[in-house]
């Protein structure tokens, strides 16, 4: 079997002592735990694995192993059992802090030790996605675009550090881009996504655009709110963090990435357009790309690329 989809009582097991049914004895068997978790997650990962080169592709998998399972923690597993998520993220942190040489018999964690030694990267991104999803499972509606932004810091960013870390792109200026980058792609899936939030009870958008709006009232009838009009400053942010973001392309030396960097950006960019088109439609329908979509996204990618 090639792919592997963790449920909800495999995320558990894995991150009980030696990793439990998943335990492995060598560091290629590790490897090919995190492959077959990556490909059972990743929706997009034909286009991504053609993007990466060979020489680290084991470590994009071992990270967005990493990455993938830590956010079910928060959206799954803390769900569920609010202080068993929250103790695993803990662990997580714990394990990162110590580059993940807590446990050789786990096969993410053995994995992931080889990679952050290879790679030499350090604790931070990881330890920051964990206090993201700790924050998912504590909710608390942002009360302005600020602290919407302070979360953004912890949910998206690491992992755009982390994918320049893994290319040898990282630096101070590229790191400014690619949070750019990272922080529209957040904020677009956040507005895609109103209408799939509000049923697991939550609300990303700000108090401050929307001050007279709760949980309460807003499942109870939708169709009373109007958000359009307050949701333009969003809109306007998210689309010129994009625009800011293209300068990576200019600092960035791998054509791979470079190609891979404009196509999200092209994505987000579209999304965002059809999350303005539908306005209010948005609180009842998640926006879809169509098969032009991706052509287009394709096309627009292609330009910003050369």
């Not at 802090?97 to 990881?126: I, Q, R, Y």
């Not at 209010?280 to 329908?285: C, G, S």
């Amino acid at each position: 079997m090639n792919k592997m989809k963790l449920s909800e009582n495999d995320i558990i097991e894995l991150l009980t002592e030696n990793g439990g049914k998943f335990r492995v004895n060598n560091l290629d068997h590790a490897y090919n735990f995190c492959k077959k978790v990556a490909l059972g997650h990743y929706e997009n990962f034909p286009v991504a694995s053609v993007a990466i080169p060979s020489s680290i592709r084991k470590h994009f998998y071992s990270i967005y192993s990493y990455c993938r399972i830590a956010d079910d923690l928060g959206d799954v597993v803390g769900a569920k059992n609010k202080q068993l998520g929250l103790n695993l993220l803990d662990y997580l942190a714990e394990c990162a802090n110590n580059k993940f040489k807590c446990d050789n018999l786990n096969p993410l964690f053995l994995a992931l030790s080889n990679t952050v030694d290879e790679l030499k990267l350090p604790a931070e991104p990881f330890v920051k996605l964990t206090v993201a999803f700790k924050k998912d499972i504590n909710f608390s509606q942002p009360e302005s675009i600020e602290d919407l932004l302070d979360y953004c810091q912890y949910s998206a960013n690491p992992v755009g550090e982390l994918v320049l870390r893994l290319f040898g792109e990282y630096n101070q200026a590229t790191k400014v881009y690619s949070d750019c980058i990272c922080t529209g792609l957040q904020l677009v899936n956040f507005l895609q996504d109103v209408s799939v939030d509000i049923e697991i009870g939550r609300i990303y958008i700000p108090k401050s655009l929307i001050p007279n709006i709760t949980i309460d009232n807003f499942v109870k009838d939708k169709n009373k709110f109007i958000l359009f009009n307050s949701l333009n400053e969003l809109y306007l942010l998210t689309g010129n963090l994009f625009k800011e973001g293209e300068k990576l392309l200019k600092l960035i030396h791998s054509k791979r990435l470079r190609f891979e960097l404009a196509m999200i950006i092209s994505g987000g960019t579209i999304i965002l357009e059809k999350v303005v088109r539908l306005k209010t439609d948005v609180l009842f329908n998640r926006p879809k790309l169509n098969g032009k979509d991706k052509i287009k996204i394709f096309l627009n990618a292609l330009k910003k690329w050369k």
